[in-house]
């Protein structure tokens, strides 16, 4: 008996790695940048692999950072009742919570992703 070595049959199913199926992902919506699909071609900035998104990501991670130490700092001096917190403390929450504003924008609406199934 002669076994095709081409057939699917005596093959095991692939295995491939996280990195793979992220490349391919990436590959996809590259594809899609370049042809351009339905109403019209996506920027390159929108896309997971852009420098943009790097920075976005970036500056997110440094703000949950510097938010989960303002955080317990504001619960700490901002307790008493006559207490008026200072400019240092409000400043960069109302920022930090702008930019996670604008974030959950950015996720929902104007970065590429990708449709579960297509």
């Known amino acids: ?15 491939t790695s996280i990195m793979d199926t992220i490349n391919q992902n990436n590959l996809n919506l590259k594809r899609t940048v370049d042809s351009g699909s339905g109403s019209g071609k ?3 900035w929108r896309l997971p692999s852009s420098k943009f998104r790097a920075f ?8 949950y950072m510097l938010n989960a130490f ?22 960069p929450a109302i920022m930090f919570q702008s930019t996670f ?15 579960q199934g297509e």
């Open 101 to 115: 504003f604008f974030d959950l924008i950015f996720r929902s609406f104007i970065f590429a992703h990708e449709k």
């Open 42 to 44: 996506i920027a390159k």
């Open 70 to 91: 303002l955080i317990p700092a504001r619960i700490i001096f901002g307790t008493r009742k006559d207490f008026v917190e200072p400019v240092v403390i409000i400043a």
């Open 1 to 15: 008996m002669i076994i095709d070595p081409t057939s699917k049959k005596d093959k095991g199913p692939r295995r």
């Open 56 to 63: 976005w990501e970036t500056l997110n991670f440094t703000f």
